[in-house]
């Protein structure tokens, strides 16, 4: 097993990433919707996930963090691949994921092969107790073999990677969780990584918006008291005869 997993040195990937999701789930998948007049749109459920690749390819990606294509059927699949950190990357949504393990896959899912190989060292800290597990369908060439089709020679089994799964959920345009997955080879989690911190607004921002706000208050405050002070005095200089009537002083300057 692993010992320590440290997510947090991956913060600035992950907010990329959730930055892609909400931006694929919500802007992205309303543009894209009134733009298509067809009269059905029974292929809307994988424009989520088409809009989510895309931003991964034009925000995600750098020079240490690639994203990959492979094929399944005629499905087109993404997935990161970070150098620096030997992390490969898929996300799908929480139903998806949760999913996986309840069905009858006649070759294995991708997500299995994955972490099959890659993640064949991470073991749950209580083992789940299961009479049949998928996994057990499938040899160990079985997953060796379609994780060869699926990674090619970018990365090859001995590498020492480990795969992370991001799932998320949403509500109609919003994205309401986001996290990181750490799972064993068949399928448990073992540690979760929530993305809040990303979701959510910077509350530093909003105090010092508040700040400013408070601040522009307290000037416009200062102003009417000097000014209902300004009149008061006014009001008494004419009592005592010491200020000359506005009128009186408009009339010296005609």
């Known amino acids: 097993m692993i010992k320590k997993f ?25 543009d894209s919707l009134s733009i298509n007049k067809d009269e059905t749109r029974n292929a809307s459920k994988f ?12 925000y995600v990606t750098s020079d240490t963090v690639e994203l990959w294509p492979f094929m399944r059927s005629s499905w087109e699949g993404r997935l ?9 990357i898929t996300i799908c949504t929480k139903r998806t994921f949760m999913n996986i393990k309840r069905s009858n896959h006649e070759r294995p899912h991708y997500l299995m092969s994955l972490v099959h190989v890659e993640n064949s060292n991470v ?3 209580f083992e789940p107790i299961s009479l049949f597990s998928e996994s057990e369908k499938f040899s160990d060439d079985d997953y060796r073999e379609d994780y060869r089709k699926i ?11 480990h795969h992370l799964v991001v799932v998320y959920e949403r509500s109609n345009l919003d994205v309401t969780f986001v996290a990181a997955i750490l799972i064993d080879k068949n399928l448990s989690p073992v540690a979760e990584y929530p993305f809040d911190k990303f979701l959510k607004p910077d509350f530093n921002d909003l105090t010092a ?6 601040k522009a208050q307290n000037d416009i405050h200062s102003l009417v008291k000097v000014k209902t002070r300004i ?24």
């Open 231 to 254: 009149m008061e005095n006014e009001d008494d200089g004419k009592k005592a005869g010491l200020v000359t009537p506005k009128k009186e002083r408009e009339e010296k300057w005609v």
């Open 209 to 214: 918006e508040s700040i400013e706000e408070d």
């Open 47 to 58: 424009i989520r996930g088409d809009k989510i690749n895309t931003n991964l390819r034009n």
């Open 123 to 125: 073991s749950p800290q």
């Open 6 to 30: 440290e997510f947090k040195e991956l913060d600035p990937l992950f907010q990329k990433i959730t930055q892609a999701i909400v931006k694929g789930c919500g802007p992205d998948f309303q």
């Open 151 to 161: 990674m090619g020679s970018e990365v090859l089994a001995e590498d020492g990677y």
């Open 80 to 88: 990161l691949i970070d150098r620096v950190h030997k992390i490969t």
